[in-house]
């Protein structure tokens, strides 16, 4: 089993940053382990954000973040991070951590994530 628990939400203007954490627990991953940030705005459905793997190569994002948010680990903490700047009244979400094990170098599907955080909440004010 692995736990996950997110932190770093908040509430920030337009153009503001926070940096999300993601730390993981109990089972080890290896080269294989695969973490991702989600999101699930008011209304709307989970999307894929970012991922990155523990080794820290298959960095992917999606376009609508792409040049604003960085996603990088820490193996030391077992923590992944996501770096957001520049934020936008529409990145408001509810944001998830979420881990599997997979061969796939890009992988935006949620059905395919195992483990789950309980999410923590980014409200951008205009």
């Known amino acids: 089993q692995v736990q996950l628990v997110e932190s770093g939400g908040g509430l920030v203007q337009t153009g503001g940053s926070l940096r999300l954490s993601c730390a993981a627990s109990?089972?080890?991953?290896?080269?294989?382990?695969?973490v991702a940030w989600f999101r699930q705005g008011p209304g709307k459905e989970r999307e894929f954000v970012a991922h990155?793997?523990?080794?820290?190569?298959?960095?992917y994002y999606a376009d609508s973040v792409k040049g604003r948010f960085t996603i990088s680990r820490d193996n030391a903490k077992n923590t992944v991070y996501l770096q957001m700047n520049s934020l936008k009244p529409e990145d408001t979400a509810v944001y998830y951590c979420a881990a599997t094990q997979t061969h796939y170098s890009v992988l935006v599907n949620a059905g395919f994530y195992d483990y789950w955080g309980q999410g923590t909440q980014v409200t951008v004010s205009s």
């Open positions: 109990g089972r080890t991953f290896s080269s294989t382990g695969m």
């Open positions: 990155v793997r523990w080794s820290g190569v298959s960095i």
